[in-house]
């Protein structure tokens, strides 16, 4: 059985400075600001987790009424990424993407969890 660790939640928001702000507010969130792909970023650092924030598109669609979080996904390590990937596709488990490699030492894809629920699973080796 493969060994999943967690890695990140990823939040889309309308508004990721002020979610950003809150959460450096309330939960005394480390904020970095970096760029990806051209552009803006914020990551969060919170009690060692990090919190990625991407703004979210007008075409997105509004978060839906409480108890839901707002949360777009979150993403488990795994050693062993192709094993994984086999063991879960032979369980069933529906993959919204197939693993790629979007840079040097980062392979990753996407699973639909319950209720609909993003789930990545991404393996990182030393470049």
């Not at 879960?88 to 629920?117: D, H, S, W, Y």
Request: net charge negative; with cysteine.
């Amino acid at each position: 059985m493969p060994d999943y660790t967690f890695d990140h939640v990823h939040l889309r928001s309308p508004d990721p400075e002020a979610t950003a702000a809150w959460f450096a507010d309330k939960l005394g969130a480390q904020v970095i600001r970096s760029m990806q792909a051209g552009k803006p970023r914020i990551d969060l650092k919170v009690g060692g987790a990090d919190i990625f924030i991407i703004q979210a598109d007008a075409s997105a669609a509004a978060a839906p009424s409480a108890p839901y979080q707002g949360i777009d996904h979150f993403g488990l390590s795994v050693t062993g990424l192709d094993a994984a990937v086999a063991g879960l596709k032979a369980k069933g488990v529906q993959f919204t993407m197939e693993p790629i490699e979007p840079r040097p030492g980062i392979r990753i894809c996407f699973i639909r969890g319950p209720e609909n629920i993003s789930i990545e699973l991404l393996e990182r080796t030393p470049v």
